[in-house]
Nanobody, 125 residues
């Protein structure tokens, strides 16, 4: 089994910064893409940023230049989202997503895709 645990959300003033963290744990054989999505009030869930196992990144246009996604140096099952210059439109529940393989051996590994429990980010004065 694999679990994702998120942390780092909260209330911040416009122009402020927050850093979200997501840790994957369990019998992970390999981790591929990890990403962050968000869902604002009355809106659909949308991609914020994604990072591959080779550290290639992709961002939503609305966050380019303000948000940075990264993975842990020693632990590739960690993903962070550094959010700067936050504004009210960034208010949402942020979800971590991870894709990879679970298992102990190559020939018995199984694919997985998991969502974290979500963490609230509120940007307000």
């Amino acid at each position: 089994q694999v679990q994702l645990v998120e942390s780092g959300g909260g209330l911040v003033q416009p122009g402020g910064s927050l850093r979200l963290s997501c840790a994957a744990s369990g019998n992970i054989f390999s981790m591929n893409n990890m990403g962050w999505y968000r869902q604002g009030p009355g809106a659909a869930r949308e991609l914020v940023a994604i990072i591959t196992s080779e550290n290639s990144t992709n961002y939503a246009d609305s966050v380019k230049g303000r948000f940075t996604i990264s993975r842990g140096n020693a632990d590739k099952n960690l993903v962070y989202l550094q959010m700067n210059s936050l504004n009210s439109e960034d208010t949402a529940v942020y979800y971590c997503n991870a894709e990879g393989y679970v298992g102990s051996y190559y020939y018995t590994r199984r694919p997985f895709r998991l969502w974290g429990q979500g963490t609230q980010v509120t940007v307000s004065s």
